[in-house]
């Protein structure tokens, strides 16, 4: 796997650094008016999904320059590594094969000895035959009463992908059965959902890769407390809670039976993890066969990535795009506007996916990167952004590219509101495309004190997405897009995509000032005197 170790000293950096400067005044105008196909050109249709990537300031050249970048890089062999299931996260010495978690029964893939494609489904078959079990009524909670409520305890990638996804396909989940989750160690997060739950009725999914996240741990023995104290019985523990983890020993300790355990592998990264056994909560709530339905999703997207040409390839183009934005103009952060409510966690979802994958600073051997990393990925549902920090996309002093997300068809119909959305979905790509000239404001009569406030600049980049509708599927396929474009961006910029060393000092941190704010005696504090001072503050006041 032999890789450059630093991007920016080969021929294929300097000659995009060239090309950027070169184009660096070229406008979106421009580019479509010497182009009048480029609208319908510039567009890749990759399973259910339409993308158009036109409204980005990049020309053939520049998507040539780009994949020869990619290629430089050894973008095509790390791929393929990675879906053989070579240890490409060297830091942890681990194979990436999230990709496996969605193939196809019978697709043979042995790694370290071991048919992994034969465990998912093993596994997927028994988070199958529970999840039938818990929506039939057939599994019953210790007092026999059919479970209405499932809660996932999980944080980072034990959360974000369930949730996101519950949301995304609320549409598709069983009405009988509501689904809730806790994260946040803030016990102002599980309080509110303990309390509006039957003990009786609820069943919790303990979801933690490592079994040892501080938070997780935290809420689920509030949940096992709280459960026990209502039933009076610690032995109910047994059908109120079930365990997603790769840590059948820390399951044992925490008092769930590992035969209501479901496992996954240490080849499953946490950000990567929404299609093992971390989606049960979201089997049990859209049911096996919608699951199976956002798998083949999945799957249809990574065989697209796996086999697709650079210069079709939607994930690479995605990545590169995003890199000729991050390295050749300079914008640092990229938004994510999904037109459908349902899509209302998916830029949370996407944070930790490309912020934890590539927020890194050295390069996969340690040496320092010499070129701008991942971006600051952030976003919120239009039209709600629309009326909030648009302002700042049209006419801040910096250049945000943004992914716009839109549906042909809402999950809810509600007359005279899905084309209101998509016209506001079509007209901010357009505005922030093309803006609107001094000169076009003046026409339309406006004072001239005013004019250079109602001008817009255009050229914001954007990339519109438009699919059918938000089905199990379509999910699949978006969410796998964002995961391979992530990857991509990664092995340009040399770095490791698969580890997260950086969340390491903060819960280390954490631990040491834990006992110090709980303290009876009045700690002997040797943190800098800031953490000190804020340390006794916090003492005084919780005290009275
Ligand atoms: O599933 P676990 O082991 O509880 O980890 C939760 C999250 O914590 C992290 O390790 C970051 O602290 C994430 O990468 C992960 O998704």
């Known amino acids: 796997m032999s890789q450059p170790h630093d991007i920016s000293t080969t021929p294929q950096w300097a000659a995009l650094e060239e090309h950027a400067a070169a184009t660096s005044g070229t406008t979106l105008r421009e580019l479509f008016a010497a182009d009048p196909e480029r609208g319908g050109r510039l567009a890749v249709e990759v399973g259910d999904l339409y993308v158009d990537y036109s409204k980005n300031g990049v020309t053939d050249e520049t998507l040539r320059l780009l994949t020869d970048l990619a290629r430089a890089a050894g973008v095509p062999e790390r791929v393929e590594a990675m879906f053989r299931g070579e240890h490409i996260n060297t830091t942890e010495d681990r194979a990436v094969l999230h990709t496996a978690l969605r193939a196809p029964r019978g697709t043979e893939l042995v790694v ?26 057939q599994w019953r909670g210790h007092t026999g009463r059919r479970i209405t409520r499932v809660v996932n305890i999980g944080i980072g990638g034990s959360d974000l992908g369930p949730k996101m996804a519950t949301v995304a ?81 820390q399951v044992a300790e925490f008092g769930i039976d590992t035969a209501n355990m479901f496992g996954f592998w240490d080849w499953v ?28 999703g999945f799957h249809a997207m990574d065989t697209h990535f796996r086999t697709a040409p650079l210069e079709r390839n939607l994930p690479a ?20 506007l999904p037109y459908s409510e349902y899509l209302s966690r998916f830029p949370a979802y996407l944070q930790q996916l490309d912020m934890e994958s590539n927020g890194k600073s050295v390069t996969l051997d340690g040496a320092p990167v010499s070129v701008q990393t991942g971006p600051v990925v952030w976003g919120e549902p239009g039209t709600n952004g629309q009326h909030a920090f648009y302002q700042l996309i049209h006419q801040g002093t910096q250049t945000v590219p943004a992914d716009l997300i839109g549906f042909v068809h809402p999950a809810d119909d509600v007359p005279g509101h899905h084309d209101q959305l998509t016209a506001n979905l079509l007209a901010q790509a357009e505005a922030l495309a093309f803006g609107k000239t001094a000169e076009e404001v003046r026409a339309e009569g406006t004072a001239e004190e005013l004019v250079a406030h109602k001008t817009f600049a255009g050229n914001s980049p954007t990339t519109l997405v438009l699919a059918p509708r938000l089905t199990p599927a379509v999910l699949g396929q978006l969410v796998a897009l964002y995961e391979h474009k992530v990857f991509v961006q ?55």
């Open 169 to 249: 396909l609320a549409p598709y989940a069983d009405p009988a059965i509501t689904s809730a989750f806790v994260s946040n160690v803030d016990g102002d997060d599980i309080a509110p959902v303990l309390a509006a739950a039957d003990p009786e009725e609820t069943l919790f999914v303990v979801a933690s890769k490592t079994f040892t996240t501080i938070e997780t741990i935290t809420n689920a023995t509030t949940a096992r407390e709280w459960l026990v104290a209502a039933l009076g019985d610690r032995s109910a523990v047994a059908k109120h809670f079930v365990a997603v983890s790769t840590n059948a020993e």
């Open 112 to 137: 370290d000895g071991q048919d992994v494609v034969a465990d998912v489904h093993d596994v997927l078959d028994r988070m199958a035959a529970f999840s039938g079990q818990v929506r039939s009524g």
């Open 269 to 296: 990264g946490g950000r990567y993890s929404m299609t093992s056994a971390v989606g049960l909560s979201l089997m049990i709530a859209i049911g096996p066969g919608h699951y199976r339905d956002m798998l083949a």
């Open 490 to 544: 990664g092995v340009v910029w040399g770095i490791n995509s698969f580890d997260q060393w950086g969340v390491e000092l903060g819960k280390v941190l954490a631990k040491a000032i834990g006992p110090e704010l709980g303290a009876d005696e009045e700690p002997e504090l040797t943190h800098d005197s800031s953490t000190n001072a804020l340390i006794r503050r916090y003492r005084q006041a919780r005290r009275g």
């Open 317 to 336: 183009l995605l990545a590169l795009i995003g890199v000729w934005h991050r390295n050749f103009r300079g914008c640092a952060t990229h938004a994510v």
